[in-house]
């Protein structure tokens, strides 16, 4: 009797000490995005629905700009140490490359996450980031200075030597005929060129071109696809002034002072149009259309685009919360969150979403965005998300900037980036 | 006639004991070894070993230095930032004497004048380069509005996008900024000279011209000298100011080699800091061999001169 008294205390001694209330369990997140408030709820949104359904868990978020991030995670990183979690995009292979994040293959709910996201960041046998934001690159119109420049800009685009004489005449008008500024990013100037090469060229060619492999810079449909960039840019499409416009400027001058006709954007375009006018939104009578854009002739894909992941989570190789970070992510990866991001941030996502559930104010928006990539083959990621080292730098100087500028012409753009390989 | 060499050593000993000395000298030797002298050992070994997370550091050689040579990019970095290191301490000084000179000669208004040309060096780089952004815009800047308002709007030009004018217009800005500084050291340089040797140049009817080039310079040349150097050590780590407004663009006009090794460090996908850590190796080099060439030049010219 006393043996199995004292077995039986010490058995629920050992049950009450195994069976603790519930163990404080703290994921870090560090994220980009600190400026982009419907971005920040979103995720802290998530990150409270998470902390309620998991007693005893807390996620504590660090907001940064996008530079800050990087070299903050980089000095941590390279310590063994930084967040369970972060914000990373798909061109960091050096994430992968060196081991410092976690294969999420066999950790996520993949059947609500499309497959090209998927694929953008499987790396060798693993898929390593959960793909949050998507963008598509968009010619965003200004219907009302379009009419009154006597042009239609459809949304299948306008093809060859037609799209040359549409600018001609808007800047005939005195109508800046698209707005751009590459003062402070390193990719806008360069969506007319790139749109025009992915459509002449098709994805394969035009992501062998990029990536240094057998189609060359010297290639005569690139040239010719330079060529037609080029009687654009001459024929006045950019504002002279280009170079000193930063992206968000550029979002304002397009639809507000002085106004250009169209404007090649990511479809984040949103973000910042979408905003009380008084904080540098469009109009509220403003009129959008979104088209194709220009396409070159004998293009071997007319309607191929650029869709970029943007904004996505990795989860820390060092993390000792590695399942509760997965879990994490897990949570939001479903199409209800999916609808969630869409209609927050009017801005694609890597989750499985159905913009046709979204009603109210917004959804004209994205069935219009919807139209626009209708039947689109994509590309995935802008240049500079697919290049590395030297040839993204001369990328950046050239295509980006000194081309849309009128500083150099098509055959310096082939030199040097022949060059850059 | 006694002497008493030993207690004077123990005198000295007293008065200097080591380990008071040591006392102080201890913590500020700990911060110049931790956040000076080890970055810059760490810089070293970095330049010469592949270093990446979740593998052992290895040696490579000079591996880095070797792509140097062949690096156009670094080369670009190498001219612009000598470039502006030699044109803008001389642009900087020059303008700063004539201001100096005019406050010295108590022109009209030379207190608010004296404020107003000091005021630029008071804001940050950061806040100067959107300054400048704003005044070099090419459709509503004010510089481009001057020249059209003048009938000069053939010469208006996005000043920051164009590689002839881009490099040119940014040294325009540190001058702005840093005459003002100068100006007042030499101000204090011209208001310390000994009043017999301006007088005794009056009395030999001395031009004032001829004062100013064979009294006043010479008397006030050690002052300049080292306006020059400080001006030229300056110049040569320029980065912020670039960063706010070109970031090295267009076509690496503006590019200095502080942003191309922060790019290099923190913008090229990664983690190997080697090859930045090697420009920076190199760099630290030329700007010691020309802060010395500098040194050695101008104790020449003194030894020449008294």
Redesign the interface.
Same mark, same amino acid.
């Given at each position: 009797m006393t043996l199995s008294r004292t077995v039986g205390a010490l058995a629920l001694a050992a049950g009450v000490c195994a069976a603790p209330a519930v163990q404080a369990q703290e994921l870090t997140l560090w994220s980009h995005w600190a400026d982009q408030t419907a971005k920040v709820e979103f995720v802290e949104s998530a990150a409270r629905a998470f902390e309620q359904a998991n007693p005893g868990v807390t996620i504590k978020i660090n907001w940064y700009q996008k530079?800050p991030l990087?070299?903050a995670l980089?000095t941590a990183?390279?310590a063994?140490q930084g967040p369970d979690i972060f914000y990373a995009e798909p061109?960091?292979?050096?994430y992968m490359e060196?081991?410092?994040v976690l294969d999420l293959k066999s950790k996520l709910d993949w059947n609500n996450i499309e497959p090209w996201a998927i694929k953008v960041w499987g790396y060798e046998d693993g898929v390593y980031g959960f793909p949050l934001e998507a963008w598509t690159v968009e010619t965003y119109v200004n219907l009302a200075l379009a009419e009154k420049a006597g042009v239609e800009i459809p949304v299948e685009g306008v093809e060859g030597a037609a799209f040359v004489d549409a600018v001609k005449k808007i800047a005939a008008a005195g109508i800046t005929p698209m707005a751009q500024g590459?003062?402070?990013r390193p990719y806008p100037g360069a969506f007319l060129t790139h749109e025009i090469l992915v459509k002449k060229l098709g994805v394969d060619d035009y992501a062998s071109l990029l990536k240094g492999g057998d189609v060359k810079w010297t290639d005569p449909r690139v040239r010719e696809a330079l060529d037609y960039a080029k009687q654009i840019i001459d024929a006045g499409a950019f504002?002279? *002034?280009? *170079?000193?416009i930063k992206l968000g400027e550029a979002h304002r001058y397009f639809h507000t002072s002085p106004g250009a006709v169209m404007l090649q954007m990511g479809s984040f375009y949103p973000s910042r149009a979408f905003a009380s006018p008084d904080e540098g939104g469009q109009p509220k009578d403003f009129r959008l259309s979104i088209s194709n854009g220009p396409v070159p002739e004998g293009a071997a894909c007319p309607k191929c685009k650029t869709i970029a992941v943007g904004g996505s989570f990795v989860v820390n190789a060092a993390s000792e919360h590695a399942d509760l970070a997965a879990a994490f992510l897990n949570s939001m990866a479903t199409p209800e969150m999916g609808n969630k991001w869409l209609e927050a941030n009017l801005v694609q996502t890597g989750i499985k979403a159905d913009p046709s559930q979204i009603t109210g104010d917004k959804a004209a928006y994205l069935q219009m965005l919807q139209a626009a990539n209708e039947g689109a083959s994509y590309t995935f990621g802008i240049p500079v998300q697919q290049m590395?080292?030297?040839p993204?730098?001369v990328f950046t100087?050239?295509v980006n900037?000194?081309f849309p500028?009128g500083?150099?012409g098509v055959d310096e753009v082939i030199d040097m980036m022949n060059g850059a390989y | 006639m006694a002497s008493h060499p030993a207690n004077t050593g123990q005198d000295r000993d007293h008065a200097n004991p080591p380990g008071v000395i040591a006392a102080f000298l201890f913590p500020a030797l700990l911060v110049y070894a931790a956040l000076t002298a080890l970055p810059v050992l760490r810089t070293f070994y970095n330049s010469t070993h592949l270093v990446?997370?979740?593998?052992p550091s290895e040696w490579i050689g000079f591996t880095h230095y070797a792509k140097l040579w062949t690096d156009a990019?670094f080369w670009k970095a190498i001219w612009n930032t000598l470039t502006w290191a030699a044109v803008a301490p001389v642009l900087e000084v020059a303008v700063a004497t004539l201001l100096a000179l005019c406050l010295y000669a108590k022109v009209p208004f030379s207190r608010f004048l004296r404020v107003a040309w000091f005021t630029p060096v008071l804001m940050s780089y950061v806040v100067v380069g959107i300054l400048w952004?704003w005044i @070099?815009? @090419?459709?509503w800047g004010a510089l481009n509005t001057m020249l059209r308002a003048v009938g000069l709007g053939s010469l208006a030009q996005?000043w920051?996008?164009?590689?002839d004018t881009a490099l040119a217009s940014l040294i325009a800005v540190t001058t702005w900024m840093w005459t003002g500084f100068n100006m007042v050291v030499i101000l204090a340089a011209m208001s310390s000279l000994p009043s017999e040797v301006l007088e005794a140049a009056e009395l030999d009817n001395c031009g004032w011209l001829a004062k100013l080039w064979y009294v006043i310079l010479p008397l006030i040349r050690p002052t300049l000298l080292n306006l020059i150097v400080l001006s030229f050590i300056g110049k040569m780590k320029i980065f912020d100011l670039v960063w706010v407004t070109t970031?090295g663009?267009?076509?690496?006009a503006t590019e200095t080699v502080s942003t191309y090794v922060y790019?290099r460090a923190?913008?090229?996908?990664?983690?190997d800091l080697g090859y930045p850590s090697a420009i920076a190796v190199i760099w630290f080099f030329i700007v010691l061999a020309g802060v010395l060439g500098l040194t050695a030049l101008f104790r020449q010219q003194d030894k020449l001169e008294y």
């Open positions: 530079e990087y070299a980089k990183l390279t063994g061109n960091q292979t050096e060196n081991g410092l590459v003062a402070d504002p002279p *002034s280009i *170079s000193s590395q080292g030297n993204r730098e100087q050239t900037q000194a500028s500083i150099i | 990446v997370p979740n593998r990019i952004m @070099y815009n @090419y459709e996005p920051l996008g164009h590689p970031q663009n267009p076509l690496w790019k923190f913008q090229w996908s990664t983690f």
